[in-house]
């Protein structure tokens, strides 16, 4: 079993539907997770993280994580256009002396308008 | 404000040549990475380096090597590409709280 599972997708909305991404993990040890978005031939690129269970809010993207469950979220409201892009998960323990983040294969969602 | 740095954007080579693969950046991070990138496989790490003078193997590291020329500079170098080799390369540093990797734009290598 991978460390860190996402489904891959591809995922396919109409424009202004609501979006949810989703990971799951397997080493409790994992403290600090986030989300980054690629854009078709760019480099990943943060968007959120967060290191406690629950929500955090920023804009129309929410995070969401679920320590018990080993589970983590992202969901997208009023989904737009601009938001086509694969979105990947990633995750590390704290205090762990710079090694690396361990990331899930990506989820590429695609918004029609 | 570069950020990561990749040199070059694109790259075709002929089985059995060799090639290196330049990254810098300008954040002041001690870590610094390379992963490789392919359809339905996500991001693999190839090799980091958690500060300057020290590498340490990642997921994927055979047919690689890397140097950490000093705090900036992070390369790595295909001795012998082969066609597996073909992927998209990224190279990334790391905040020091251990919280957000700056990525550079990519090297699309295509080994023929």
């Known amino acids: 079993q991978k460390e860190v599972e996402q489904d891959p997708g591809p995922l396919s909305v109409p424009e202004g539907a609501i979006v949810s991404l989703n990971c799951t993990y397997s080493?409790?040890?994992?403290?600090?997770f986030m989300w980054y978005r690629q854009y078709s031939r760019k480099g990943p690129e943060l968007l959120m993280y967060?290191?406690?269970?629950g929500n955090k809010e920023d804009g129309r993207f929410t995070a969401q994580v679920d320590k018990s469950s080993k589970y983590i979220s992202l969901f997208i409201r009023d989904s737009q256009p601009s938001d086509s892009a694969t979105y990947l998960c990633?995750?590390?323990?704290?205090?762990?002396?710079?090694?690396?983040?361990?990331f899930g294969k990506g989820t590429r969602l695609s918004v029609i308008a | 404000n570069a950020g990561v740095t990749q040199t070059p954007k694109f790259q075709v080579l002929k089985t059995g040549q060799s090639m290196t693969l330049q990254c810098a950046q300008d954040?002041?991070?001690?870590?610094m990475y390379w992963y490789r990138q392919d359809p339905g496989m996500g991001l693999r790490l190839i090799y980091y380096?958690?500060?300057?003078?020290?590498?340490d193997k990642g997921e994927v590291p055979n047919g690689y090597n890397v140097s950490r020329l000093n705090k900036r500079e992070f390369s790595l170098r295909l001795e012998s590409a082969a066609p597996s080799q073909t992927s998209v390369y990224f190279c990334?540093?790391?905040?020091?709280?251990?919280?957000?990797?700056?990525f550079g734009q990519g090297t699309r290598l295509t080994v023929v």
């Open positions: 380096s958690a500060s300057e003078g020290t590498t």
């Open positions: 990633a995750m590390t323990k704290p205090n762990s002396g710079n090694t690396p983040l361990v």
């Open positions: 990334a540093s790391m905040t020091g709280t251990n919280t957000e990797a700056f």
């Open positions: 954040m002041n991070h001690n870590s």
């Open positions: 080493n409790s040890a994992f403290q600090y």
């Open positions: 967060t290191y406690s269970s």
